[in-house]
């Protein structure tokens, strides 16, 4: 029984520790489950989630409200209807309303390891006859020219009110420590038909006129800041842990 018993217990350890592990050092990418690529993807160093308040999404008796108040019509007085002196707490409109966030993804897209991860979740998810050879012939080929940044989310509500142009004057790549500052080059606005947002492409320079890196892997951390729709989105990227098995993946 006790054997039993330990072996059960040594069964959760390796579970918890294979879960709790490094997929893109532990392993060769021809060897990632689905498991691993979700990690990748939304919970690795190339990945970040940023939470911010959706003001957008509150509104008042005006319209949107950005604000600190929300103004809320009163329901219909109920003449039998005794207030308590001691309610303090808004009422559960006025929590949906104020207290909503969004929730959005922002990955490293150009590294080796985000772009291998995102085709083999293509992969598994297609019903057609591609292989992991096609995944190798593009693990060999030439990394991009350019830094891409991706951002997805549920609620990309505050981007059809600003054009790429305003996006690139408010968006930056600020590394830690040196102060130095990059902007983006260009950006790409993916819409549906109806006009709702799918997903934003920053791309960022990696070299400047004379040559020299625009980012090096030594950087202590580069910090993402996007101005957009009243809400400021900012993720922290660490170069020292965006390291695969085959070394630093600043790319």
């Not at 995102?118 to 057609?128: C, E």
């Not at 080059?185 to 890196?213: C, M, Y």
């Amino acid at each position: 029984m006790r054997s039993k018993l330990f072996l059960g217990l040594a069964l959760v350890l390796l579970t918890v520790m294979s879960w709790g592990g490094e997929p893109w050092k532990e392993k060769p990418y021809t060897a990632w489950n689905d498991s691993d690529v979700r990690k990748i993807l939304e919970g690795s160093p190339w990945s970040k989630t940023i939470s911010v308040a959706a003001t957008w999404l509150r509104t008042g008796a005006q319209g949107p409200e950005l604000g600190t108040k929300i103004s809320i019509p009163p329901p219909p007085r109920d003449p039998d209807h005794v207030e308590d002196p001691d309610l303090k707490a808004p009422p559960p409109v006025h929590d949906r309303l104020y207290n909503q966030f969004a929730r959005f993804v922002l990955r490293w897209e150009s590294s080796r390891t985000v772009r291998t991860a995102s085709q083999l979740r293509a992969l598994h998810q297609s019903s057609s006859a591609a292989t992991l050879g096609q995944l190798t012939d593009s693990w060999s080929a030439a990394e991009p020219p350019e830094y891409e940044l991706l951002l997805i989310g549920d609620l990309l509500a505050p981007f059809p009110i600003a054009t790429e142009f305003e996006l690139k004057a408010n968006t930056v790549l600020q590394c830690v420590g040196s102060g130095r500052k990059l902007f983006p080059s260009r950006i790409i606005v993916q819409r549906r038909d109806d006009g709702q947002i799918l997903e934003v492409r920053f791309f960022f320079q990696k070299t400047t006129a004379s040559g020299q890196p625009t980012l090096v892997a030594s950087e202590k951390a580069i910090e993402f800041q996007c101005r957009v729709g009243g809400a400021n989105l900012r993720a922290r990227f660490e170069p020292a842990r965006m390291v695969d098995a085959n070394g630093p993946d600043l790319r």
